[in-house]
């Protein structure tokens, strides 16, 4: 996952934007489910899931319920399953649940992919030169002091109930919600009043560094590759296959009254070879680390 994330971020997010916009829009199953096929590979591959047979038990079970749960609503259909209080229990209101469930899961795959590949440098990186450089700037700050207020705020938790002159101070979290809330709200005044005293030190730094002036600076400058060139090719190729099929009416999906679906071939393949990208560049790095060691 390594190599796909040295991408250009411009690249990134366009492949984000295919892979994700394609996967929601398009109601064909066969589409969605290589978008949920890719993104489930592309996970495993990345080493972000510490437990990945938890978690994928608990996405199989969004794409379940999310099934299940559509036919006691809809009772359209030609299949009924059997009759619930009355109302037909339709296999086209299921497989169309299942549909939208795999949607979601793959959706959620997707960005959970994006945030680990889209650090805040690559962010601020797509946002810098634009009207948006100053927003680029304070955003990715925020985002790199939330893990740190919240790192900070069960410190201070843990130390305050470790003290054993806190009753003194007034820091004392009792059994009820009052008492509770009293304890949590102090300590996070304290914990807010350290955060505004570094971010004032942060833009005293910040300002005394160039800032936000011309010329910027960057920790890292990226440029256009050729796996760039190729995945951005790959993405756009894909997205416009989807749209002029979808437009000749040759990419659609019905499940009422009955299940009909109708997707080139071509298209699903490109689509395909696009969410596997990730899982491909990652077997192209292995391959070139087990060649390039040096042999014992």
Not at 50 to 62: D, F, N, S, T
């Amino acid at each position: 996952m390594k190599a796909f994330s040295r991408l250009n971020p411009f690249v990134l997010m366009i492949f984000f934007a295919a892979a994700i916009g394609t996967g929601v829009f398009c109601y064909v199953p066969a589409i969605r489910a290589v978008s949920l096929a890719g993104a489930v590979l592309s996970l495993l591959v990345s080493g972000i899931c510490r437990k990945p047979v938890r978690e994928l038990l608990g996405y199989a079970g969004i794409i379940l319920v999310s099934g299940v749960i559509n036919p006691v609503i809809v009772t359209l259909g030609n299949t009924p399953l059997f009759w619930l209080v009355g109302r037909p229990y339709t296999l086209e209101a299921l497989l169309y649940g299942a549909n939208n469930g795999m949607a979601i899961v793959s959706a959620l795959l997707w960005f959970r992919l994006f945030s680990a590949v889209m650090t805040a440098e690559k962010l601020s990186f797509l946002m810098s030169g634009t009207v948006l450089s100053g927003f680029g700037t304070a955003f990715t700050l925020t985002l790199r002091y939330v893990p740190e207020l919240i790192r900070r705020f069960k410190e201070c938790c843990a130390a305050h109930r470790a003290n054993k002159f806190a009753p003194a101070a007034g820091a004392v979290c009792g059994k009820g919600f009052l008492s509770r809330a009293a304890f949590y709200l102090n300590v996070f005044m304290s914990v807010a009043s350290s955060a505004l005293e570094s971010s004032a030190q942060t833009a005293d730094s910040m300002k005394a560094r160039g800032c936000l002036l011309s010329p910027k600076s960057r920790l890292t400058t990226y440029s256009l590759r050729a796996a760039d060139v190729l995945c951005a090719a790959l993405s756009v190729t894909a997205v416009c296959s989807a749209v002029f099929a979808s437009r000749a009416g040759r990419l659609c999906a019905a499940f009422y009254p009955s299940v009909k679906s109708e997707y080139p071939p071509v298209t699903a393949v490109m689509y395909g070879a696009l969410c596997l990208l990730p899982v491909l560049f990652s077997i192209m790095e292995s391959i070139k680390w087990h060649f390039c060691r040096p042999k014992t």
